[in-house]
């Protein structure tokens, strides 16, 4: 029973901050109330490769972190603004490579709008990128601030780490 | 040498119209200046699956569908008609599965305009639904006429074949 109540009490959670270019991913585990820094970074596709190699690298790189940390659930940003059709179509083909990722390794994914995500870390909906990357560094203890895209993956994280609490005080 | 000739007259081309309800696609062997139709279908998801779970349906079918058929080369639509941000981003996810389907399966991925796809098979760029299908039949000698998926499938591979003519003469 003790091993089943441990379980229940440490979820790792991965968030994703989707660009056709550059993709933030962050790592935090949520234990009880706190929360754990695990691993930041960003996948970065070259402006040389074509349009489907790009897709493939970003396929790649998601999926080697996912191999790699193992975390329980996959969290994801979701786009609302109103950016131009062009522009939504692409970032629609990275994240369409990267949810697919997620579930071939059995993640449940979640899907944030980027005002939530800003809304849980900052405290409010409009926060700069600046403020995401300090609000970040401050929550997880971190004694270095993360790159912007790095910190907007963590803030997805943090993010389904705060919306799944009632659920989990259900589960556990 | 006559294994090399045959080889090189021979290309059999994969075309997708994505969608992320239904996708269709056509496959098409271009020998010499003729075309021969190999198969036609639709990959259609559950209206009752996650979003997430539908890319994985696509994903998996048309993936299904290559390794059945063993094409050399995948052709498929792009979008440049002003639908909205929300419709492109969505659209854009089913596209990017697609795409990677066929890079993890190493064909090399040509992008069309269904302008270009409808002024193939039909003449000019603003053929109808219809008149797409009533040409693929005529065009491949089909004794039925193909659903409106399918026929925008074989359109596309149609459309890949006229365009890769002018490369193939200096090939062969």
New interface residues.
């Given amino acids: 029973m003790e091993a089943v109540s441990r379980q229940a009490h440490r979820i790792r959670i991965l968030g994703i901050d989707p660009g056709s270019r550059i993709t933030g991913y962050g790592v935090v585990d949520k234990i009880g109330d706190t929360f754990r820094f695990v691993s930041c970074g960003a996948i970065k596709v070259s402006a040389k490769s074509s349009?489907?190699?790009r897709?493939?690298e970003i396929?790649t790189g998601i999926s080697e972190v996912i191999a790699t940390l193992q975390p329980d659930v996959a969290a994801i940003e979701d786009?609302f603004v109103?950016?131009?059709?062009?522009?939504?179509?692409?970032?629609?083909?990275?994240?369409?490579?990267l949810?697919?990722a997620?579930?071939?390794q059995g993640l449940p994914?979640h899907e944030y709008a980027a005002r939530m995500v800003k809304q849980a870390v900052a405290g409010y909906g409009q926060a700069s990128k600046a403020q995401v990357q300090q609000m970040v560094r401050a929550l997880l203890q971190l004694s270095g601030t993360p790159s912007e895209d790095a910190a907007d993956g963590l803030a997805v994280a943090l993010c389904h780490a705060n919306h799944c609490n009632s659920l989990q005080s259900i589960v556990s």
């Fill in positions: 349009f489907p190699l897709l493939q396929h786009i109103a950016i131009n059709p062009r522009s939504a179509l692409k970032l629609g083909h990275a994240r369409g490579v949810i697919l997620a579930m071939e994914v």
